[in-house]
């Protein structure tokens, strides 16, 4: 470790290592707050920006992808592009709805775009620490779907 440079909020930074990835090499460059003399925490700014992205954008991708493999969204889908090729200016459309708060679920909708207004009828409820996944359609709830372990554990694994 050289070239130790401190800010005045107390980060300490260095060159922590070199790696090579797709034929660049990449300077990885460390850190340790410090508050009062104690270090409160340490990282490396390539691994921050990987873990954040990697929370923001996959967890939604992961639980997206949970709820469109049951073989419920698929009926939705389905559901709803039949009925949409009798009628021209009706679409499939769909949202995933992120928690308020970390911690609580997210909700999948599935829905009917009519151009002036989107009902949607089919609600998928997603608990991101456990991936159970709720189904609520017409406002009638159906309870826990069976899922593929697989994305199951992606979800749970995206949204720590």
């Known amino acids: 470790m050289s070239d130790i440079k401190v800010t005045e909020s107390g980060r300490a930074t260095f060159h922590k ?3 090579l990835k797709n034929g660049k090499v990449i ?3 460390g ?3 410090v508050v009062g003399g104690k270090i409160v925490s340490e990282g490396d700014t390539t691994t921050d920006k990987n873990l954040a992205r990697a929370h923001e954008v996959t967890c939604e991708d992961a639980v997206s992808a ?3 493999r049951t073989p419920e969204a698929r009926r939705a889908e389905k559901e709803i592009s039949d009925a949409a090729e009798k009628t021209p200016d009706v679409h499939l459309a769909g949202m995933v709805l992120p928690p ?3 911690g609580d ?3 999948v909708a599935v829905c009917e775009d009519h151009g002036d207004h989107m009902p949607c009828f089919h609600f998928f409820t997603v608990d991101p ?3 159970k996944v709720t189904y609520t359609v017409f406002g009638e709830e159906r309870g826990a779907l069976k899922t593929d372990p697989t994305l199951a554990e992606k979800v749970r694994a995206a949204c720590k």
């Open 31 to 33: 850190y340790l707050d």
């Open 17 to 19: 290592k070199s790696a």
């Open 27 to 29: 300077d990885v460059i």
């Open 105 to 107: 679920s997210w909700t």
């Open 129 to 131: 620490s456990s991936a």
């Open 100 to 102: 308020e708060k970390p």
């Open 66 to 68: 949970l709820v469109e």
